[in-house]
């Protein structure tokens, strides 16, 4: 910890599910003291804790709430405190624990926290110091600032549904630009949001450490989300189709959903390989990138086709280029393709699945999957968690441990920190302010690997995947 850069700051997280849990999980892997704000009212409980998954081998051990992947890797080197913030008494912990931090995370609409006393106002009170964050769906102000949100339903306000799409059959049987928007993902907002949090917590960590004063960080997950279709958005203000520039009378031109081609580039695309369900990306820039394309093909005729001569010409015939592409493709490997593309100098790259992943000779390499041990009554194998895409020269950032098991941390906290005396703790633990088991809780029922396919919540599953992962 000596070389950690973030040893001596201390952390309250009072979020739950994604998007602020994983800022304090890279707040841990720098070295904080992340303290987790739990609970063990079962019905208020994060739902990474209760519900989310994935459990090991598919079903729920004695201690449930212990063993979800999701929380597990999104709470990983953390501290658990549990409270019932709907009581004074909690929400007295919370503000004479916060006289203690250095950080607040938060991710309630803005009437809850104000609600509960808990807003920055009232908590710089206590510290006047205070960085925190909250983060919302919308921002602190604004007519939807009261909106609940979650990813999903964040897509579409940030506009980057509308740039996601599939190409469609059109009428004469060639590919035209889908109709219908899509998602981006596995709730790609809340990546955006961690990544935006922990930029705007280094600056303001680096602003206190000059200046002595602290801030609030009003962080709205759907502006994050827009920050990323910035060309789409300048294209439709920039690049209308009206009387000209400099007369205001332009009409706006909207980006195309085309799936996974390009606007310019060609050929671009994801081509199938050996093997099931394996493919390779592949993005030719410019002219020099289709020759050497080409060669490494053994077809460098290809070049001087009328059909494919130049981008545009490729652009209008790309759907007979792109079968030339998968026929060759098809009798290569994924790795085999990248490396030969990538020593022929144009842009590939295996499409890798989970399994893929976790075996990577690069990802190995580089040690990006971290080895965790959770205490032996968790019932959870050593697994490899996620690290962080970067690495220091200079100091340690690492996986500090397992996520917290439910109230581990209420003697510490309450007693080591905070000074409670024992028959209070006690009586915190009688009314079930604190417990280190869920109040009214279950496990959740777990549906068969074979439904799950058979549903299509799943493509499938791999019964030995075991065998092929690197030993730990």
């Given at each position: 910890?000596?070389?950690?850069?973030?040893?001596?700051?201390?952390?309250?997280?009072?979020?739950?599910?994604?998007?602020?849990?994983?800022?304090?999980?890279?707040?841990?892997?720098?070295?904080?003291?992340?303290?987790?704000?739990?609970?063990?009212?079962?019905?208020?409980?994060?739902?990474?804790?209760?519900?989310?998954?994935?459990?090991?081998?598919?079903?729920?051990?004695?201690?449930?709430?212990?063993?979800?992947?999701?929380?597990?890797?999104?709470?990983?080197?953390?501290?658990?405190?549990?409270?019932?913030?709907?009581?004074?008494?909690?929400?007295?912990?919370?503000?004479?624990?916060?006289?203690?931090?250095?950080?607040?995370?938060?991710?309630?609409?803005?009437?809850?926290?104000?609600?509960?006393?808990?807003?920055?106002?009232?908590?710089?009170?206590?510290?006047?110091?205070?960085?925190?964050?909250?983060?919302?769906?919308?921002?602190?102000?604004?007519?939807?600032?009261?909106?609940?949100?979650?990813?999903?339903?964040?897509?579409?306000?940030?506009?980057?549904?509308?740039?996601?799409?599939?190409?469609?059959?059109?009428?004469?049987?060639?590919?035209?630009?889908?109709?219908?928007?899509?998602?981006?993902?596995?709730?790609?907002?809340?990546?955006?949001?961690?990544?935006?949090?922990?930029?705007?917590?280094?600056?303001?960590?680096?602003?206190?450490?000059?200046?002595?004063?602290?801030?609030?960080?009003?962080?709205?997950?759907?502006?994050?989300?827009?920050?990323?279709?910035?060309?789409?958005?300048?294209?439709?203000?920039?690049?209308?189709?009206?009387?000209?520039?400099?007369?205001?009378?332009?009409?706006?031109?909207?980006?195309?959903?085309?799936?996974?081609?390009?606007?310019?580039?060609?050929?671009?695309?994801?081509?199938?390989?050996?093997?099931?369900?394996?493919?390779?990306?592949?993005?030719?820039?410019?002219?020099?990138?289709?020759?050497?394309?080409?060669?490494?093909?053994?077809?460098?005729?290809?070049?001087?086709?009328?059909?494919?001569?130049?981008?545009?010409?490729?652009?209008?015939h790309q759907e007979e280029l792109d079968a030339v592409i998968a026929a060759w493709t098809a009798q290569r490997t994924s790795y085999g393709v990248t490396a030969c593309l990538q020593d022929a100098g144009v842009p590939a790259g295996a499409v890798l699945n989970a399994k893929q992943a976790l075996t990577d000779p690069q990802y190995v390499s580089r040690g990006f999957f971290e080895t965790v041990h959770n205490p032996p009554e968790v019932e959870l194998r050593p697994k490899g968690y996620v690290g962080r895409g970067w690495k220091f020269s200079g100091s340690q950032a690492q996986v500090r441990g397992p996520a917290p098991q439910l109230g581990e941390g209420n003697e510490y906290v309450l007693g080591e920190l905070l000074g409670v005396d024992q028959g209070r703790i006690d009586a915190?633990?009688?009314?079930?302010?604190?417990?280190?088991?869920?109040?009214?809780?279950?496990?959740?029922?777990?549906?068969?690997?074979?439904?799950?396919?058979?549903?299509?919540?799943?493509?499938?599953?791999?019964?030995?995947?075991?065998?092929?992962?690197?030993?730990?």
């Amino acid at each position: 910890m000596s070389a950690a850069p973030l040893k001596n700051i201390r952390v309250m997280d009072l979020s739950r599910v994604f998007a602020m849990p994983f800022a304090g999980a890279n707040l841990a892997d720098l070295g904080a003291e992340v303290i987790k704000i739990d609970t063990c009212q079962a019905q208020f409980m994060d739902t990474t804790r209760t519900i989310t998954g994935p459990f090991p081998d598919n079903r729920t051990g004695e201690l449930w709430w212990e063993q979800g992947g999701t929380f597990q890797n999104l709470n990983r080197g953390k501290r658990s405190l549990t409270l019932d913030l709907r009581s004074e008494q909690s929400q007295a912990i919370i503000k004479d624990l916060v006289r203690l931090c250095d950080v607040v995370l938060e991710n309630f609409t803005p009437r809850v926290m104000a609600r509960f006393g808990l807003d920055y106002e009232s908590l710089r009170a206590h510290k006047p110091d205070l960085i925190m964050v909250s983060n919302t769906g919308y921002g602190h102000s604004g007519p939807w600032s009261n909106f609940g949100a979650m990813a999903s339903a964040l897509e579409p306000t940030h506009g980057t549904g509308a740039f996601m799409g599939y190409m469609e059959e059109g009428p004469d049987g060639r590919l035209i630009e889908g109709q219908v928007p899509n998602k981006m993902g596995n709730s790609y907002s809340d990546f955006m949001a961690t990544w935006t949090a922990l930029g705007g917590l280094m600056a303001a960590l680096l602003r206190r450490a000059r200046t002595g004063q602290g801030q609030w960080i009003d962080l709205a997950m759907y502006q994050t989300g827009t920050t990323v279709i910035g060309q789409g958005l300048l294209d439709f203000a920039f690049n209308g189709s009206g009387t000209g520039s400099g007369t205001g009378k332009g009409t706006g031109r909207r980006t195309q959903r085309i799936g996974n081609r390009h606007p310019v580039w060609s050929p671009h695309g994801v081509y199938p390989c050996q093997g099931k369900d394996q493919w390779v990306a592949i993005a030719a820039r410019d002219q020099d990138d289709w020759r050497a394309l080409c060669l490494a093909m053994g077809q460098p005729e290809l070049a001087a086709d009328p059909r494919f001569n130049d981008p545009m010409d490729r652009r209008r015939h790309q759907e007979e280029l792109d079968a030339v592409i998968a026929a060759w493709t098809a009798q290569r490997t994924s790795y085999g393709v990248t490396a030969c593309l990538q020593d022929a100098g144009v842009p590939a790259g295996a499409v890798l699945n989970a399994k893929q992943a976790l075996t990577d000779p690069q990802y190995v390499s580089r040690g990006f999957f971290e080895t965790v041990h959770n205490p032996p009554e968790v019932e959870l194998r050593p697994k490899g968690y996620v690290g962080r895409g970067w690495k220091f020269s200079g100091s340690q950032a690492q996986v500090r441990g397992p996520a917290p098991q439910l109230g581990e941390g209420n003697e510490y906290v309450l007693g080591e920190l905070l000074g409670v005396d024992q028959g209070r703790i006690d009586a915190f633990a009688s009314d079930w302010t604190i417990g280190n088991t869920p109040e009214g809780g279950r496990a959740p029922a777990q549906v068969p690997l074979d439904e799950q396919v058979e549903i299509g919540s799943i493509a499938e599953y791999d019964a030995d995947y075991l065998d092929h992962l690197p030993s730990i």
